[in-house]
């Protein structure tokens, strides 16, 4: 029996839609279905905005390799649609004597990873680039820069529907069976409106891509079938971060991001497109999904300006205001080693035809382009 649609992909954040495009491009009828009101409603619109470089991830990993790639065919897809991006470079900064191996590190690190362009600096020459900086040694990535990310996915979205695809949006997939035939049958009920008065439809497809992002988990498990023995779906463990803007024109002209620690990047200092700046992501450990500023002390905003002035030391406090907060789909616990990418296919759980995404957290967003292009050649082509 055919199925009503070739591909669906479940996740409509920038992942999402580059797979989908990636797939309808290569001639998958492709549907993608959203659970929120529009697209990019969680992750991918709340974040740092940041193309990166490929620099801080271990040598041979997903996260390396799609980073590096990705940034390439990112900065290749914005010049040729349209999309806003600008290629500030970054000074990753030691701000004291023990930060400094931790540069070397990242550099011998940069370069495993195929990246050849960082420059070592002493605080002087850090200094000339951005005078009100302050540290004693810094690296310079000129691949590192920042795009909009809505226009982004707008033009993605436009990809893909020219190429006769199909976004729903305001849908739950809240069944998933594998038929006799090896045909997906997804159950599905609207998230608008009155879900009591909402009807549950259902359709099937040949291929089954998951990038649920904060979902991914739950979604996998409402799939009726039995998982390779030994294999569960990774567990997803939401971390929230905070972001401060600043009410002023910030004096600098790169990104700056301190030494990092450990699996944090510490709290950085970005500019987006229209050149505000903002600083962040904290991080927080959570158990509920909530986009909320949490604050009600002020010592969250006390903590942002004694970690800015580490090396800024002239941030105005009084022009830093509560931002937005971000969540990322992490699935390691807090204490636990930085897990990789997770893309499971059929080698992996035992299901055929089934892709799913985990923990496609930062450089997410710089490495979808190539996951896109990684999954469409896992699954292959159209039947």
Known sequence: MSPDIETIVVGAGVVGLA???EMAMRGHQTLLIERNERIGAETSSRNSE?????????PGSVRAKMCVKGRDML????AENGVNVNRLGKLIVA???????????????????????????????AKALEPELDCIAALLSPSTGVIDTHELMTALDGHLTSLGGEIILSTNVTAIDVRPDGLFSLATRSTSGDDADSEETTISCRNLILSAGLGATQLAKRI???????YAPPQVYPAKGHYFTLSQRAPFSHLIYPAPSGAWLGIHLTLDIAGQAKFGPDLQWIDTIDYSIDDPDGKRKETFIREVRR???DLPADKLDPGYTGIRPK???????????????????GI???????????PGLTSSPAIAEHVANLVGKPS
Not at 50 to 58: K, M, R
Not at 75 to 78: E, G, I, L
Not at 102 to 113: D, G, K, M, S, V
Not at 331 to 349: C, V
């Open 19 to 21: 797979i989908a495009r």
């Open 50 to 58: 940041v193309i990166h470089a490929g620099i801080y991830y271990p």
């Open 75 to 78: 900065y290749a897809f914005a």
């Open 95 to 125: 701000t004291v004597p023990e930060d400094v191996p931790q540069l070397q590190t990242i550099l011998e690190r940069a370069r495993a990873n195929g990246v050849n362009d960082l420059e070592q600096l002493d605080g002087q020459a």
């Open 224 to 230: 009726n079938a039995s998982w390779r023995e030994g």
């Open 311 to 313: 090396y800024w030391p």
């Open 331 to 349: 699935i390691y616990a807090q204490g636990e080693p930085a897990a990789d990418f997770a893309i499971h296919g059929p080698e992996t759980h």
């Open 352 to 362: 055929e035809n089934l892709i799913a995404l985990y923990g496609i957290e930062s």
